[in-house]
């Protein structure tokens, strides 16, 4: 079981960048995925989540209108939207798969990092002019 998070890089202010979390060795459909990610000397925080119930999404207060989670079955790939990116955005940013006993909890729940339990790489965003 492992995850593939991909697609950070370099970015200007106002950009957009689109990551992705791929799985291999399951199927991501069928588990609550979520992004976090950590910026230096800070904790690594949840941005967004998606349920795989029902495909209801949660998303960090600060971050809605801007990040956007979507599945793609077919694909085996959970995306992550980032637009209108600010200096404040720049992170580690890491994706996870929640265990399926986890899949009923609430989507406030499932922000949180200690309910995940794989883990991908991280992949580094950083907004800079």
């Known amino acids: 079981v492992q995850l593939q998070a991909s697609g950070g890089g370099l970015v200007q202010p106002g950009g957009s960048l689109r990551l992705s979390c791929t799985g291999s060795?399951?199927?991501?459909?069928?588990?609550?995925i979520a992004w976090f990610r950590q910026a230096p000397g800070k904790e690594r925080e949840g941005i967004s989540c998606v349920s795989s119930i029902d495909g209801s999404k949660w998303y960090k207060a600060s971050l809605k209108g801007r990040f956007t989670i979507s599945r793609d079955k077919a694909k085996n790939t959970v995306y992550l939207q980032m637009n209108s990116l600010k200096a404040e955005d720049t992170a580690v940013y890491y994706c996870?798969?929640?265990?399926?006993?986890?899949?009923?909890?609430?989507?406030?729940?499932?922000?949180?990092?200690?309910?995940?339990?794989?883990w991908g790489q991280g992949t580094l965003v950083t907004v800079s002019s």
């Open positions: 996870a798969a929640a265990p399926r006993r986890s899949v009923y909890l609430d989507l406030s729940e499932l922000s949180k990092p200690w309910r995940y339990n794989s």
């Open positions: 060795g399951f199927t991501l459909d069928r588990y609550p």
